[in-house]
């Protein structure tokens, strides 16, 4: 059996189109804990943007705005 271009090219493009669409519309992943204890003071923080880029990029001490402006 001999597969065309044309179809080997309609099948990768539907595959990338499906991983894209996936992509965008599956949610990020979320620390378990709204909260955190910041490394440099000790307060207990909500997580920010900031924290949750860093908890998604295996980060392990996180900082309060204040501290992190420091």
């Known amino acids: ?4 271009p044309e ?8 595959a990338v189109a499906v991983w894209g669409i996936g992509t965008y519309l599956w949610p990020k992943s979320r620390p378990l804990e709204s909260f955190f204890r910041c490394a440099g003071c000790k307060t207990v923080t909500r ?23 420091r």
Do not use: D, N
């Open 7 to 14: 179809t080997i090219f309609g099948i990768l493009t539907i």
């Open 1 to 4: 059996m001999q597969v065309s």
């Open 47 to 69: 997580h920010s943007e900031r924290t949750v880029e860093a908890w998604r990029r295996k980060k392990t001490r996180f900082y309060c705005p204040t501290c992190h402006s």
